[in-house]
Every structure is written in C-alpha cells, then in structure tokens.
C-alpha cells in the first residue's frame, strides 16, 4: 500500500559522507597572529600568570570573594566563594590575591 510520502536525502559530495550529516564546516582554527619586527605597532603582551597558594584570600570579578581550597598546579584553582565553589583557569585575570 502506498502512503504517499517521499525520502529525500540530500548530500554534499565535496564533504563526505561523515562530514555530509553533522553539519560541521572543514575549517581550520585561526593561528595567533605573529609581530614582524618592521612593523609600526608594539608586540602583543602575553599575560603574566599569577601564583596563589592554598588557603589564600583571593577576590574574584564574577564570583566575589572566596579562599582558594584546591590547586592544579599552572593550570586551575579551586576557589570557595561561600554559596558556591569554582574552578577557575590559568591565567586568573580576574582574580586578584588580597
């Protein structure tokens, strides 16, 4: 018996057919951009990492201020900030040590 419907299945060759499903783009992430030495503009500045040890009191832009309970050494800190607990990333810019 026949209902009346159609599949249509539409592909994109040029992707494959893994790709021709998810939706995904074949793009590559962008790559930092160098300073050439000719060029009239200062060099960006990387940040500098900032050290916090166990117990300090520290005060966050987002979350206020909390005691860090947890360290991953150069890369995380554990930080209580009394209602909650976050895990807060290397280079801590928004942190600042009291």
């Not at 990492?49 to 909390?66: E, I, M, P, T, W």
Request: hydrophobic share 40%; glycine share 10%; proline share 8%.
């Amino acid at each position: 018996m026949h209902t009346g419907r159609r599949i249509v299945v539409i592909r994109d060759s040029h992707l494959g057919p893994a790709l021709a499903h998810t939706g995904f783009t074949m793009t590559k992430p962008s790559a930092p951009r160098r300073h050439l030495p000719t060029s009239p503009f200062k060099a960006p500045v990387a940040p500098v990492a900032k050290h916090f040890a166990l117990g300090d009191r520290v005060s966050h832009d987002q979350f206020g201020l909390g005691t860090i309970v947890g360290v991953e050494d150069g890369v995380a800190m554990l930080v209580d900030f009394g209602a909650r607990q976050a895990r807060i990333v290397s280079p801590y810019t928004r942190m600042d040590k009291l």
